[in-house]
């Protein structure tokens, strides 16, 4: 069983607020990752990180901000958000030597009003 | 075109068939691919993978990769009602350490 934790599950909030999604895990990953995935829909990589201090936009264009200070941890920050933001936020984890086999936590579920 | 495209479905099989699943992809520096198995409501989690051309067999699951046709398929044998689930393609570039994958193929095992 993969040791990956995201927090908080479930957040409803108004449009305007800041939020930060947390992400941690206890494998010792180097590589991190964020996930965005609608409904029915596929996954988007928002950001990905290989390493402390190491962190990079995905290939789909997201107005969230990730950082990356201590290995365990990857938390995801909005700023302000908006309706459009309302989606499921997956944070993942890999091996440093890629396998393709990356280890999900349960998700975020954001809902923006 | 999106980079990796499967058939959403739903796909129903009969509990004891074979489920049948392709995945195509448009790039031809694909070097690895994976079949991710995600629960109604849950993470995605890992399956399969191949690298190489051919048949790669593992218990009830048999994935198979043309490179040269940009196709890897997946195949559930004897299907069980817990195998209804979406079934995710996933491909990596060379030298790669990022998945990018399909939107998935809902498969739905009546009993």
């Known amino acids: 069983e993969a040791d990956i934790y995201q927090t908080p599950r479930y957040l409803v909030i108004g449009t305007g607020k800041k939020i930060t999604l947390e992400c941690s895990q206890t494998m010792g990953h180097d590589k991190m990752y964020w996930y965005q995935q609608d409904p029915g829909m596929e996954l988007h990589l928002i950001h990905y990180?290989?390493?402390?201090?190491?962190?990079e936009k995905g290939d789909l264009s997201s107005e969230s901000t990730v950082s990356r200070i201590r290995t365990e941890h990857f938390p995801l920050t909005l700023e302000s958000a908006r309706p459009s933001h309302t989606s499921q936020y997956l944070c993942?984890?890999?091996?440093?030597?890629?396998?393709?086999?990356?280890?999900f936590g349960e998700g975020s579920r954001l809902t923006v009003l | 075109q999106k980079e990796v495209e499967q058939n959403s479905g739903p796909l129903s099989v009969p509990e004891g068939a074979i489920a049948s699943l392709n995945c195509t992809y448009s790039?031809?520096?694909?070097?690895?691919f994976f079949w991710y198995r995600q629960y109604s409501g849950k993470s995605p989690e890992l399956i399969m993978f191949i690298y190489s051309n051919g048949d790669k067999e593992d218990g009830r699951f048999t994935a198979q990769l043309n490179k040269a046709s940009q196709y890897v398929s997946l195949l559930i044998r004897d299907s069980q009602p817990s195998d209804s689930a979406t079934y995710l393609c996933a491909v990596t570039k060379a030298a790669g350490n990022k998945l990018t994958f399909g939107g998935g193929t809902r498969v739905l095992v009546k009993p």
């Open positions: 790039d031809r520096g694909s070097q690895s």
């Open positions: 990180s290989y390493g402390v201090n190491s962190t």
């Open positions: 993942a984890s890999s091996e440093s030597a890629f396998t393709g086999e990356l280890f």
